[in-house]
């Protein structure tokens, strides 16, 4: 190479480094968009292009839509949009896992059928029979009386060697690579991107920030009072099982507005708990992009909609076509669905 | 110039822009720190060496102390510590200037002695008659029943035009410029800074980013429930006087983890109500720096400690005294208080 070109080569890097509001100090993950499709996993169709005119119209200087770096937000519920949340969220199957873990050190637990129904991840007598209040009383066993510190580590090692019991696989695997490959597409289009999850705080963001490449500050959830206080003089803050926000339903508006401050520019949900994030995000006064994920796809991952008991999405489904949202098509508008798919895809080309 | 100096310059141009964590997508505002010395109001003496010393140490690659750009967190107190905190705080002014706004179209409200009192900003009988409860009210009238938009556009307002009642002069004139140059030098550190108060983060946001630059997601406050609800078909939060969450005392460090879910590496305080969060930075793994701003003029702006009212400051010099944290004496160690004395104490050179 000569050393003009060189040259050439090393002003087009660094250019590219340089470019503003680029979040350079969150490596990028697995996903490696190509600068030619940064969304290959997506079949070509009405909603792949829809998302790229959507974000190249918001990037281009010139155009009527653009957005300034700053407030391109872009807010996306986890479970079920960004993962799979079946046969249930993956914050019940970590509290199931953690009963297991606890019940070694306590022999008084043996006589109670709800924490032995929670050893057996017996979820249909956990449903069926002690309902909210024993997932309740089983998150409180598992997620209060604990410093903030210890819960993370027990969270990350949970996701590190747990698997999912339908598929065998780790939960971390469990994830849906068509969003993983959007969330970083947003990243380096300089989008300023959260998640916005029911799930508790603490392990969303153990979860987020390894799963997806997402920093800690910009996690969204439930949360329960913690306490102030001192182990051997060195502060710590305990968990409590005291709720005192849910991030759900109209609370996702309102934890945006108060810790991001502005409405989404972009907005994925999943089920009818997203409908308000959704018409936050529309009401933006620049012109934004609300969806919804919609299982169609039985064969690769669950389908469900209307009837379901987790991810109901009836209300929505009927508001996305009123208001003429994009509705994701995950078998029409996928390709693949799993990371792990990547390579027998590439290989079946 | 000839071409291989152009293309050289160009180069360092974009390597300086080119810096991981550069806060690039907010322009750095008025403290114009100089690269020789990016505290130019601060007087020579420990309290400016031990922070230039600290910060060179954090982001010093190849030294003990290097710490990554994802953790370089720095939270501020503001009342008493990036802004004058007398007569009263600042959202407190804003209140009685706006129940005046409001009185304009409340006639009912002409034989109401409180509201009387605090049209006429009274603060010796607000205090000693109403106290807190009296203060609670004035702030339910002039914070709740109000969309946040609204809200918003309020203290917006009142920024422009209000005035200390002291000194005459624009509140946004009432900021420290050594704090000024101190949030510019992280920022160009590549530190997250963020503001943590107990004041209303909806007030605090508009504040905090039309004062000091510091981006509106950045900002940590009280919070009142907020209730979503559609005006004519557009969705609009509606702020209550429903107090959820104090963010003083323990809550600031709760209020940190839930937010940021990073320890602070740098935290400046002034008061007792700032303890936890500098005990929460100084619990960080990594070396960090805790400090207190010390009131010590009663010439160019207030002395207070111990016996004050507002921004009592007694276990936290103690403290701090105990565990070696730095204390900043405003008297000694700042050249310059307000940015409006810069073109001054550059003339008397």
């Given at each position: 190479?000569?050393?003009?070109?060189?040259?050439?080569?090393?002003?087009?890097?660094?250019?590219?480094?340089?470019?503003?509001?680029?979040?350079?100090?969150?490596?990028?993950?697995?996903?490696?968009?190509?600068?030619?499709?940064?969304?290959?996993?997506?079949?070509?169709?009405?909603?792949?292009?829809?998302?790229?005119?959507?974000?190249?119209?918001?990037?281009?200087?010139?155009?009527?839509?653009?957005?300034s770096?700053?407030?391109r937000?872009?807010?996306?519920?986890?479970?079920?949009?960004?993962?799979?949340?079946?046969?249930?969220?993956?914050?019940?199957?970590?509290?199931?896992?953690?009963?297991?873990?606890?019940?070694?050190?306590?022999?008084?637990?043996?006589?109670?059928?709800?924490?032995?129904?929670?050893?057996?991840?017996?979820?249909?007598?956990?449903?069926?029979?002690?309902?909210?209040?024993?997932?309740?009383?089983?998150?409180?066993?598992?997620?209060?009386?604990?410093?903030?510190?210890?819960?993370?580590?027990?969270?990350?090692?949970?996701?590190?060697?747990?698997?999912?019991?339908?598929?065998?696989?780790?939960?971390?695997?469990m994830?849906?690579?068509?969003?993983?490959?959007?969330?970083?597409?947003?990243?380096?289009?300089?989008?300023?991107?959260?998640?916005?999850?029911?799930?508790g705080?603490?392990?969303?963001?153990?979860?987020?920030?390894?799963?997806?490449?997402?920093?800690?500050?910009?996690?969204?959830?439930?949360?329960?009072?913690?306490?102030?206080?001192?182990?051997?003089?060195?502060?710590?803050?305990?968990?409590?099982?005291?709720?005192?926000?849910?991030?759900?339903?109209?609370?996702?508006?309102?934890?945006?507005?108060?810790?991001?401050?502005?409405?989404?520019?972009?907005?994925?949900?999943?089920?009818?708990?997203?409908?308000e994030?959704?018409?936050?995000?529309?009401?933006?006064?620049?012109?934004?992009?609300?969806?919804?994920?919609h299982?169609?796809?039985?064969?690769?991952?669950?389908?469900?909609?209307?009837?379901?008991?987790?991810?109901?999405?009836?209300?929505?489904?009927?508001?996305?076509?009123?208001?003429?949202?994009?509705?994701?098509?995950?078998?029409?508008?996928?390709?693949?669905?799993?990371?792990?798919?990547?390579?027998?895809?590439?290989?079946?080309?």
């Amino acid at each position: 190479m000569k050393r003009s070109k060189r040259i050439r080569a090393f002003l087009i890097t660094l250019f590219l480094l340089a470019s503003p509001g680029y979040p350079a100090t969150h490596e990028a993950r697995s996903a490696q968009p190509s600068a030619a499709d940064p969304l290959p996993s997506w079949n070509e169709g009405a909603a792949k292009t829809t998302i790229i005119r959507f974000v190249q119209s918001v990037v281009d200087k010139k155009g009527p839509n653009y957005v300034s770096p700053e407030s391109r937000i872009a807010t996306f519920d986890n479970d079920g949009t960004l993962c799979v949340e079946r046969p249930t969220y993956f914050q019940v199957e970590f509290t199931l896992n953690r009963i297991k873990v606890l019940a070694e050190k306590h022999p008084d637990w043996q006589g109670d059928k709800l924490i032995q129904a929670a050893i057996k991840q017996d979820l249909a007598t956990l449903r069926g029979k002690y309902r909210v209040k024993g997932l309740g009383k089983l998150m409180a066993l598992t997620h209060s009386g604990i410093t903030t510190d210890e819960f993370e580590l027990a969270v990350r090692n949970w996701i590190k060697t747990a698997k999912h019991p339908t598929t065998g696989r780790l939960y971390r695997e469990m994830i849906f690579q068509p969003m993983l490959e959007l969330i970083r597409y947003l990243q380096e289009s300089h989008f300023n991107v959260y998640v916005v999850s029911v799930a508790g705080i603490d392990f969303m963001r153990v979860w987020a920030e390894e799963a997806y490449g997402i920093p800690r500050e910009n996690i969204l959830g439930s949360r329960t009072k913690l306490k102030y206080d001192k182990i051997n003089g060195r502060p710590v803050l305990m968990k409590s099982s005291d709720i005192i926000f849910v991030n759900d339903g109209d609370g996702k508006p309102a934890a945006i507005h108060q810790m991001i401050g502005r409405k989404p520019l972009l907005s994925f949900g999943n089920s009818d708990g997203d409908i308000e994030m959704l018409e936050w995000c529309d009401a933006n006064e620049h012109k934004s992009l609300a969806a919804y994920i919609h299982h169609t796809d039985a064969q690769r991952e669950w389908a469900y909609d209307r009837g379901s008991r987790i991810g109901t999405l009836s209300k929505g489904l009927d508001e996305a076509r009123e208001k003429g949202w994009l509705v994701v098509d995950m078998k029409k508008d996928w390709k693949i669905i799993f990371p792990f798919q990547k390579a027998k895809a590439a290989a079946g080309r």
